[in-house]
């Protein structure tokens, strides 16, 4: 099993500021990652595929980078919506995808 | 718009059986990969089972297996989770997703989650 690992656990940022998160792979999926914002209440919402490709209808101030086991999420200027459970996923070992154990990101 | 609506969550006894079912519309159903993936409360995301387009390939993570069984009618547009011997570290909410899907002529397909259903809450407890 693919282990994958987010930090930090929490982020506090100001709304306008930058957020930069962190998902390690135990070993390298290659760019077979995605990334997924949960709300409160609410099922996830796919906001990034192939580690830098944006779903649909996801604003640009989201983006993804890396590859092999380093990857990371950028949130550009936090808009209020933005604050919420943030996972990683990689498909690269399929059926058996893993996720990383989220990062929240909370109001500072 | 594509919709997924799962139903058939409830409380049930240690060692007890449920349903879970998955209504899909807004999509040609039959032509998708499904999932079911699980949240245990304040918990992260964990993927449960997988069945093809067809029906004829089927995954399960070791947690489940022997005691789960995901079919589909793709007649009814429907996807199912058979939960038997449920244990309290099955207490969730799950969700249905598909491995991508196709709308207004674009395609995003792989093997990630898009779109999920809202879920519905298991509660295994005596």
């Known amino acids: 099993e693919i282990v994958m690992t987010q930090s930090p656990a929490t982020l506090s940022v100001s709304p306008g500021e930058r957020a930069t998160l962190s998902c390690r792979a135990s070993q390298s999926v290659s760019s077979n990652l995605a990334w997924y914002q949960q709300k409160p209440g609410q099922a996830p919402r796919l906001l990034i595929y192939?580690?830098?490709t944006r779903a649909t209808g996801i604003p640009a101030r989201f983006s993804g980078s890396g590859s092999g086991t380093e990857f990371t999420l950028t949130i550009s200027s936090l808009q209020s919506e933005d604050f919420a459970v943030y996972y990683c996923?990689?498909?690269?070992?399929?059926?058996?995808?893993?996720f990383g154990q989220g990062t929240k990101v909370e109001i500072k | 718009e594509v919709q997924l609506v799962e139903s058939g969550g409830g409380l049930v006894q240690p060692g007890g059986s449920l349903r879970l079912s998955c209504a899909a519309s807004?999509?040609?159903?039959?032509?998708?990969?499904m999932n079911w993936v699980r949240q245990a409360p304040g918990k992260g995301l964990e993927w449960v089972s997988y069945?093809?387009?067809?029906?004829?390939?089927?995954y399960y993570a070791d947690s489940v297996k022997g005691r789960f069984t995901i079919s589909r009618d793709n007649a009814k547009n429907s996807l199912y989770l058979q939960m038997n011997s449920l244990r309290a570290e099955d207490t969730a909410v799950y969700y249905c997703?598909?491995?991508?899907?196709?709308?207004?002529?674009?395609?995003?397909?792989?093997?990630?989650?898009?779109?999920w259903g809202q879920g519905t809450l298991v509660t295994v407890s005596s």
């Open positions: 069945i093809s387009s067809s029906g004829s390939t089927i």
């Open positions: 192939g580690a830098s």
């Open positions: 997703a598909s491995e991508g899907y196709c709308s207004g002529g674009s395609c995003a397909l792989g093997n990630w989650f898009d779109p």
């Open positions: 996923q990689q498909y690269n070992n399929w059926p058996l995808r893993t």
């Open positions: 807004g999509f040609t159903f039959s032509s998708y990969e």
